[in-house]
Each structure stands twice: as C-alpha cells, then as structure tokens.
C-alpha cells in the first residue's frame, strides 16, 4: 500500500514530521545512517521509506506467507534481516527489495528478534523458542549451537559496539549477556524486572545497557568485560510497559517508548527525565530510536504510523490525525483539492490534499465501519455506507448530517455513488441488492432490485445517469436502467472469481472491471454489446481492488 499522507508542520512544538505507512505493521527499525526506515508486515511483507518524508523507496518485497514479528538493518545500510511467525530467517537487499539469503531454518518458533553484528558479517536472532542463534551473513549458516538458558520467549536481543557480546532481554523477566564468538552465558539478571523485559540496548561506548520492561520502568546497567557491574539508573514515568529504548549516539540520553502512547527522554548521566512526555493519542508505540545526529528521534506505531520528532522540545503538539482505525475508503472531491476518507472506527474525515491537514471532522453518525464514501457532484456533500447497513448524506465542509441514517439494505452496504446530476444515489449491498435513493429525502425511487446471485461489491453510474454498473461475487457484470432497475446487458462473464470493483469509461462505451480471489485479473469490456474488449490483463499477485479510467479515458489505473 502506498504513503497516504506526508504532515510537515513548522509551528513550535510540533513533530518534524507524520506519515502513514502501511496497515498490519508489526515491526520498524531505523537506518544506521538515519536516512530510511524499514518495516514488516503481517502480511509478511518488507518495505523501505524515505525516513524525511515518507515515501516509499523500496518494496513491497515478496510475501513469504508468514507474518515477520522482527526486523533489522546492516550497519552498511545494504541489507534488511527478517525473523518470521514460522521461526525461520530471510536477508533482502535495502535498495531493492530483493532476495539476498533464506529463508534460513533454526528456530521452532516464531523469531522475535533480530540484528547484524557491527561488521555487519553475522545475525543474530531470538525466538519464542527460548533460544539465540548465531548466523553466517554471507551464507546463512549457522556458526554455533543456539543458545540456551532463558526459560521464556526472547523478545529482544542486541549486539555490542566491539561485536564481542550479546545482550537478550526475556519474558522470563532477566537479562543475560553472551560471548557472541563462543555462543557461552557470561552474566545474568535474574529478577531485577518484575515483569516481561521487552527491549535491550547496548550504549554506542559499550559501557551500559538498558533495558526496558512490562514493569513501567527502564532500568540503566553498567556493564564490563560481559559482565554487569552495577546498577546505574533507575528510571520511572511510564504508566505501562516500556517496549521499545535505544541510546543516541553519544551515549548520554535514552528514549524510551511505552504502551502508555508516551515517548520520554532520560538522561544517562544525571539520571532524570529531559524532554516528554511526547504523546501520541490512542495507538502505543512499537519502536523508538535516534538519528546517528541526536537532534531528532523516530516512533513507529501499530497503525502504521511513523513520526518524526525533535528531540530538544519538551512536548509535541500532533498534526491531527483524524482516524483511529484503518481506513477502508477514499475519493477525490470534484476539484481534486480533497479527500473523504471512511474509515473502521464509524467516521468520515476530510483532508486538505495539499497541506496535508485534516480540513473537517471526524464525522460521526454510522454505528459501525464505514466502508464507501463518495462526494457529490458538485463537492457540497458525501455520502457514505457502512457495515449497520445505514447511508448518510453529510455536509462536506461542516459534517453536518443532512439525511438521518437510511436503512438501505438487509446486509452491509458495499458501495454507493452519485449520480452525475447529485440528484440521487445509488447503493448496493452483500444481500445481492441494488437501490437508487433521493439525494435530498433519503428515500428509495428505484429497487432494491437483485441483479447477481451473490453479494454486489461495487456499482456506479455512467456519466449520463442513464445506466448503472454492477459487479458481483458471482463473477459476473450487470448493467441496468437507473430509472426502472430493469437489465440492460449482460450478465458479463469472463472473471472467474468475484468482481472488487467496476467503472464506466468518461465516454460510457466501456467498462473496466477488477477481481479479487484467485483470478487477480482485469477487464475491459463493451458497454453496449458485453463483448470482452480487452484482457484479461495479468500481473497483479494478489487480488485487484479498485479499477478506474483516466480523466481522458486512454488509460486505466488498477489498485492491489
């Protein structure tokens, strides 16, 4: 999925930047030079982002089929390291996105952790297994016997600046450093957490590391030789479990982020809080960590979300996000000046396209996801359906509700649409049902009328008014007259899963549709005649979503 939005925000206080990556983010990571992020996906996807203003550089690489739990990047900035759900290892090139080595076997569970030794000549990795393994970056062979000791799973593990040692943080509530080159225990903390210890860090002078746990607290060891000395600092202000700190490059402040959707910043030396609480509302945080210059500091969220901060203020004030749950649709305003977006939390939110800014709502009214949003003709209104099986026509500059919430069908309402005069609206559902609407009572004229034998998942006018397009999961296309709902054409038949999405060109005389399932194909076909045009076009690897025309009707543009 590709950025949707960059946030630039130069008022005081303000993060240096928030963007939006993909949905289903389990992990992030840094680049040692500061200039990149890399993340994994649920979908057991890799992608790169131009850490500066959140566009896509490379990947998404291949789905391996599992869910990548860890993720790491080489000193040398060239490669990416992937633990997976299934417990095996895989190395992708940075710059392209491609397969460099793997998937490596060792572990019987999931990998939970990851990183590259500082010459960038090893891996190392954790596992719900309770083990460590030690990794050949160049041949992906296994240099010695895991590592035992922990008795619960390994959710962190890092290496020290020499490369010599490694440090492991555990569910087991201890901490345990390793000789990296013989694969033996040199030191335990066994009990200084009182809860799951989530996150470790070496400090980038070798002299300490922290840790930090599900106890709310991050604790600061000194440490020589592999062996820790003492305890340094004990450091308290998160109100829930600190998942994620790392050290800047000097090796005097660290940062800490917590289920509490707060990033703090400590002091290494005097032992107390500098910058933060940095909040963030609602989604907690998975990573932190510092540019190589310290003047900034990344976060990276569940939902996808990466923020960019200045280290030096003491709070942030966010670019309003709008949503708190993934998005499910989006659509241009007529002057392409905004975008509605519907969203899983049960709102619809307006955005300023090039400021980047929430421009109106959230609007609130449906009782459930909202699943389609259209505006209007004119840009004075959306519409919008959701899975309470409700339309709602808003008022798009105030969100004012200007139609009660209609019950439009027996199931969930997959797609509504204006027509092109903004008199009227036409919905359809997974009941298998079509329905046009008055755009101003909120009552059905025509329908619902069945049109396939299964659900509908997309309809639309062509730009006369005067037929309506559907496609359903039967496979099939159907056009109707918008005035009685009675069959025009088709059914079409050339798909051979269920139909995601469907348009009229700009002149009417074709239609473009898209499928989902196994066939992943797309269509053009005669509008008049149901005759196959052209296709079906290969070359999506996994189901089309959306399908559309370009303005000048010369060219299609496919969503995956």
Known sequence: MAV?????????????????????????????????????????????WDATNGILVAGPTEPRGHSIHAIGVSHSNKLIVAGYEDGTISVWDATNGLPVLGPLHGHFDSVLTVAFTP???????????????????????????????????????????????????????SIRIWDSIKGTLLSSLLGKHTGPVWSVKFSPDG??????????????WNVSDGQFTSLHSVFQGHTEGVVSVDFSSDSKQIVSGSYDCTIRIWD??????????FERPVIGFQSVGFSPCGAWFFSGSSDGTVCLWDSSRKTVDEVPRGHISSVESVHFSPDGTRVAS????????????????????????????????????????????AYDRTICIWDATDGKLLIDPCLAH????????????????????????????????????????????????????????????????DGT?????????????????????????????????????????????????????AELVCGPLHGHNGGVLAVSFSPDGKSNCFQL
């Open 4 to 48: 949707s939005g960059t946030a630039i925000n130069r008022r005081e206080n303000a993060p240096l930047a928030v963007w939006h990556t993909e949905r289903g983010i389990n992990c992030f990571e840094l680049f040692p030079d500061g200039t990149h992020i890399a993340s994994g996906s649920s979908e057991g996807t890799i992608s790169v």
């Open 119 to 173: 010459d960038n000549t090893r891996i190392v990795s954790g596992s719900r297994d309770r083990t460590i393994c030690i990794w050949d970056a160049f041949t992906g062979i296994r240099i010695t016997d895991p590592l035992e000791g922990h008795t619960d799973s390994i959710h962190s593990i890092a290496v020290s600046p020499n490369g010599r040692y490694i440090v492991s943080g555990s569910a087991d509530r």
């Open 207 to 220: 002299a300490r590391i922290a840790s930090g746990a599900d106890d709310n607290t991050v604790l600061l």
């Open 268 to 277: 290494v030396t005097e032992g107390g809080l500098i910058s933060g609480p």
């Open 342 to 385: 519907g969203s899983e939390d049960h709102t619809i939110c307006v955005w300023d396209v090039y400021k980047g800014t929430l421009a109106a709502g959230p609007f609130r009214g449906h009782t459930a996801g909202v699943i389609s949003v259209a505006f209007s003709p004119d840009g004075t209104r959306i519409v919008s359906s």
């Open 410 to 473: 027996q199931a969930w309402v997959t797609e509504v649409k204006f027509s092109p005069n903004g008199l009227f609206v036409v919905s359809c559902s997974d009941d298998g049902t079509i329905c046009v609407w008055d755009a101003a009572k909120g009552t059905p004229v025509v329908g619902p009328f069945q049109r396939h034998t299964g659900g509908i998942f997309s309809v639309g006018y062509s730009p006369d008014g005067t037929r309506i397009v559907s496609g359903g999961s």
């Open 477 to 529: 296309i159907c056009i109707s007259d918008s005035t009685t709902g009675e069959l025009l054409h088709g059914p079409y038949q050339g798909h051979s899963d269920w139909i995601s999405s469907v348009s009229f060109s700009p002149n009417g005389k074709l239609i473009v549709s898209g499928a989902g399932g196994k066939d992943r194909t797309v269509c053009i076909w005669d509008a008049y005649n």
